[in-house]
């Protein structure tokens, strides 16, 4: 069974320590019977969690190149949103439990020192909330688990160029060209030609290299933007410069995977 990243273990881990501090509240200094203890705990925690869904999706749409002040002034936005929803929500909940039924019931929300306090603590959690979204998008563009080996090491890869078998670090390789039997690496440092094939280079890297066109492999990593090259297909600019054309069926399976 696959591991949840740290960023999703420690959100759910910070919201199971949360519950527990408002039911020993309510239990230990309110004196509040169990039943009805589980029931304030519960509205607070299950709106809450809702909101830490809902703004972790809503910072993963938000764009990479976005500047940092439009990005602290949407997570300024988001957190006096979320804590206002919170408190509304929460303030919903505990009259419908003060109440006859789920229908008829009044809402009679916190005032003064109580309700700011509830308010900053919807602020607080908005703000863990997006140190752990944004953890998890930055954990995405990491290697992948079948790039490592057991000890958490990069695996090595190897590949041939001429009568020699050399190592390849693919962090330096911005694409690879196919030529017959043989394949253009460009990299830093240049260009080189080994004697191997596309889909054999393919098969041996995986992860952040796609096949953009039966002779391109590029290393999604160095790609700085994209544009459409009409058609259908996208126009890839590198990050050594170099410009490369994928085919419809390439451009269609990078959108999928990088948009």
């Known amino acids: 069974m696959p ?69 602290l002034a949407l997570h300024a936005a988001g957190a006096l949103i979320f804590a206002l929803v919170w408190f509304w929500l929460l303030m919903v909940a505990l009259g419908v439990l003060a109440g006859d039924n789920a229908v008829t019931f009044s809402v009679s929300p916190f005032t003064g020192p109580a309700a ?49 078998t050399v190592p390849l670090d693919p962090a330096r390789v911005f694409y690879f060209a196919g030529a017959g039997d043989h394949a253009q690496m460009h990299a830093l440092g240049g260009t080189r030609l080994l004697r191997t094939t596309l889909a054999e280079l393919e098969g041996t890297l995986g992860g952040r290299f796609m096949r953009i066109h039966r002779s391109l492999l590029v290393n999604l990593d160095k790609i700085e933007r994209m544009e459409p090259a009409g058609g259908g297909r996208l126009a890839l600019h590198l990050a050594n410069g170099d410009t490369v054309t994928a085919s419809r069926s390439g451009s269609k399976a990078i959108r999928s995977r990088t948009l």
């Open 116 to 164: 700011a306090w509830q308010l900053k603590q919807g602020l607080a959690f908005y703000a863990m909330f997006a140190v752990l979204a944004h953890w998890e998008m930055a954990l995405q563009g990491l290697p992948q688990r079948e790039d490592m080996v057991e000890h958490g090491e990069p695996m090595r890869h190897f590949v041939k160029d001429g009568d020699e």
């Open 3 to 71: 591991s949840l990243r740290p960023p999703l273990a420690i959100a759910i881990g910070l919201l199971v320590v949360a519950a527990t501090l408002y039911f020993t509240l309510f239990t230990v200094f309110q004196g509040s019977p169990v039943p009805a203890a589980l029931l304030a705990t519960l509205a607070n925690i299950v709106p809450l969690a809702l909101l830490g869904v809902g703004a972790r999706a809503m910072i993963r749409f938000v764009p990479p190149r976005l500047g940092l002040p439009a990005l």
